[in-house]
């Protein structure tokens, strides 16, 4: 009788290890899942493709410190997140600057516009139209915007930087790019897909724009992308044990853990 009575805490232990398992795997699956960045093959170069969900996920704009100086690195940065440096998920150049590492474009952070739209012509990438600008809406709403669209449609974003080139317009490459031009870089942008997300990637060695272009469209289904810059590109990724070392970076752009 005893191996009777003993049958169902046998059957009840068998359940309990099956939805055991069943939850670990859930749960390795999630984490998978929610991993801030990862490493993508395209078109034989590799790129560094890090993942923001605004409905999870917090944006922030950041270029100096409290008294007013330019933070310049990511070192930097981290001291002056402080406490909110153990939710970084990751944080990356954000835009071409100056000398001094102020802004050259449209500039707001926090609501607070501190550069305004430039439409200048001249030289450079941050010339080269269309640029554009990346921003969030106060519903969290993400965007990548030609610069002549943004300004006729007169937002009013919680946090927004300027750059250029376009690296996608509507699906389309830049009208200047070539298949795989001579110009060669370490490259970051920012691109934004249907599913509401913004994908930073940057490029693990020298790529052409029009390589980098197509990594967004073909790799990442974005229809519109900005480039942010080249050879100052930079990652701090806390994932990755990755924290780039350039000490002459401008304003930085940093998601958190909600």
């Known amino acids: 009788m005893k191996r009777f009575r003993s049958l169902p805490a046998i059957l009840a232990a068998i359940v309990l290890i099956a939805a055991g398992g069943v939850l670990f795997a859930l749960q390795v699956s999630r984490a998978e899942a929610e991993r801030p960045c990862e490493t993508r093959a395209f078109e034989g170069s590799r790129f560094v493709v890090c993942s923001f969900d605004p409905t999870r996920h917090d944006l922030r704009l950041v270029s ?8 310049r690195s990511f070192a930097a940065l981290e001291t002056e997140l402080g406490r909110d440096a153990r939710r970084v998920r990751f944080a990356m150049n954000a835009g071409m600057f100056n000398d001094a590492g102020a802004p050259i474009g449209l500039y707001i952070e926090d609501g607070d516009q501190q550069r305004a739209l430039s439409r200048t012509d001249g030289p450079g990438n941050f010339h080269m139209k269309p640029n554009g600008v990346f921003w969030q809406s106060a519903d969290g709403a993400v965007h990548v915007d030609t610069t002549d669209a943004y300004a006729e449609a007169a937002p009013t974003p919680r946090w927004a930087t300027q750059s250029g080139p376009m690296l996608l ?3 389309e490459l830049h009208p200047r790019f070539s298949h795989d031009g001579a110009s060669r870089y370490l490259r970051n942008g920012v691109g934004v897909s249907a599913n509401g997300k913004a994908y930073f990637v940057i490029s693990s060695g020298f790529v052409s724009f029009g390589r980098f272009a197509r990594f967004f469209r073909d790799e990442l289904a974005c229809a519109d992308a900005l480039f942010l810059d080249g ?8 994932s990755l044990e990755r924290q780039d070392s350039s000490e002459a970076l401008g304003p930085m752009l940093v998601v958190l853990d909600r």
């Open 64 to 71: 100096q410190s409290d008294d007013g100086r330019y933070l």
């Open 169 to 171: 317009i509507g699906g």
């Open 231 to 238: 050879s100052v590109s930079s990652l701090w990724a806390p």
